[in-house]
């Protein structure tokens, strides 16, 4: 169970194309971001649509991986943890953020959905 300590998987959709960035080093880094839908009826029968955006970074071989295979409408099933930081905007204000670092990406759509 020590491995499940801080473990998210999710299915969704990507929103962009995801940005990929070569540090210094030659280690590559991607960012993107997922929508994830959740159905339900409220109390009227009606059903509701719920969509959560999610920030994710992927970092090495996993960033080479959706540079080459991601963009905009695929779907795809990940797995990582969470990531909370913070840094300071242009105008020193302190700014938080909550990203999945992924580990593991599988594509399930063969084209993306424009």
């Given at each position: 169970?020590?491995?499940?300590?801080?473990?998210?998987?999710?299915i969704?959709?990507?929103?962009n194309?995801?940005?990929?960035k070569?540090?210094e080093?030659?280690?590559k880094?991607?960012?993107?971001s997922?929508?994830?839908?959740e159905?339900?009826?409220?109390?009227?029968?009606?059903?509701v649509?719920e969509?959560?955006?999610?920030?994710?970074i992927a970092?090495?071989?996993?960033?080479?991986?959706a540079?080459?295979?991601?963009?905009k409408?695929?779907?795809?099933?990940?797995?990582?943890?969470?990531?909370?930081?913070?840094?300071?905007?242009?105008?020193g204000?302190?700014?938080?953020?909550t990203?999945?670092?992924?580990?593991?990406?599988?594509?399930?759509?063969?084209?993306?959905k424009?």
């Amino acid at each position: 169970m020590y491995a499940l300590k801080n473990k998210v998987q999710l299915i969704g959709n990507l929103g962009n194309n995801p940005e990929v960035k070569t540090l210094e080093s030659g280690k590559k880094m991607a960012k993107f971001s997922v929508a994830t839908n959740e159905t339900y009826r409220n109390a009227k029968g009606e059903k509701v649509v719920e969509t959560q955006w999610h920030n994710l970074i992927a970092w090495g071989k996993v960033a080479e991986i959706a540079e080459k295979f991601l963009q905009k409408g695929s779907e795809v099933a990940l797995e990582g943890k969470l990531i909370n930081r913070s840094y300071n905007d242009k105008e020193g204000n302190k700014k938080y953020i909550t990203e999945v670092q992924v580990n593991e990406l599988l594509l399930l759509s063969k084209e993306a959905k424009a």
